[in-house]
């Protein structure tokens, strides 16, 4: 457990960091060299650290007890490249050892990562993704890095780091009762915008954060990633550390959410969000439910509240991914699945899938999707000239109902 010192003024990160210094400071804006907790790749950023790694023949990796590996993204594989990618992972972490290779079908590294203990407070925890921030839900600092820094720190056990300035966020209000983790998400984007983070670690508070699930907090310090965040870790359940805290020496923003309608970001950026009211009534053709944003168990739960007794409006192709082989086994139990599937969805292994356009539910030419992932950038599921709006579980659901983009409330009482 992080134990506090003066020394960084009220902030989880910079202590975190402190705990794992190896040479340097933890001084804003130092470059220094930390030692990490866990190292994390996938079967799209790991290649080419392996390729790395064979070029140079280095004998042995220093870090691979702490290496994790996920076959994730483009599994099963979807061709000849991604299934030459897949056995190369095998074998090299056959050859190196590596701490754990998680095969494909047992979940998204973002879902399967941050379950059953793997990480916890005080952690830090660097990712070849974007999305490694997902952790800092438990209170871990986890840091997403490229594949030339993941072979370093596989080899050597350690990793470089300009310190980042931290940035307190307290959440202000309670939102309206159909509002979930995305929502508050959305709204932490679009109040910081796709840059208002960079060189940041967020530190989070508010009395949402207290109420929302695990899987909740999960959606909200993984789509911090949005912001081009560091780090977002949830100080809420550490008192002495964050910007509630009576020692927080640093900048803080106020995000209002107090009776924040569901959000949706409209097509081209994350970042360009309204309330779902402005949005409704624009066709889809499809809805995803899924990726490492919204994957987990608690969005199936939704989705099933939604479509009970309901059947998917026939011009919209449903398409459900569970986020890891446990969220799917439990959802499995619960029900959840047969009534999506009585509804008219599809059920899909674990995967990224759609989410990054790499294969299952590819959008071609002028087609509109609803999707629960992070991005939706032009072209990013399919072909340039189709549009993704992004929301959470519920929104979702409904509007693959109606066919159209519709508030849940509208759907279900």
Known sequence: MVKYSELTGGSLGLEILSDHLVEG?????DFSIFSPDLIMGHDVTSPPAIGLINEHGLPYLRASDKTRLYLDHFTPPKDRESAEACRNIKEFSNRYGVGELINWGEGICHVHLFENGRVGPGQ?????????????????????????DLAAAMVSGEFWLEVPKPLGIE?????????EGKD?????VSWLGCGGGRNRVLEMD????????????????????????????????????GPLSPDWEWEVEEVDIDEMSPQIAVPGSPNNVDNVENIEGRIVDQVFVGSCTNGRLDDLRTVSKVLEGKKVHPDVRLLVIPGSRNVYSAAEKAGYLKTIIDAGGVVM??????CAGGFLGILPDGEVALSTSNRNFQG??????SKIYISGAAVAAASAVTGVITHPGEVIS
């Open 25 to 29: 400071s933890v001084d804003v804006g």
């Open 380 to 385: 990013r599921m399919g072909e340039p000239t």
């Open 184 to 188: 508050v998400a959305l709204r932490l």
């Open 206 to 241: 508010g009395q949402i954060l207290k109420w929302l699930s695990v899987d909740g907090r999960l959606t909200v310090s993984n789509m911090a990633a949005e912001t081009s965040a560091v780090g977002a870790i949830q100080t809420m359940d550490m008192n002495e550390f």
């Open 349 to 354: 292994m674990p995967t990224c899938g759609p």
């Open 171 to 179: 959440f202000k209000g309670i939102p309206d009762v159909w509002c």
């Open 124 to 148: 830090l925890v660097i990712g070849a993704d974007s999305h490694t921030t997902t952790g800092g839900a438990l209170g871990a600092l986890c840091i997403g890095i490229g594949s030339t």
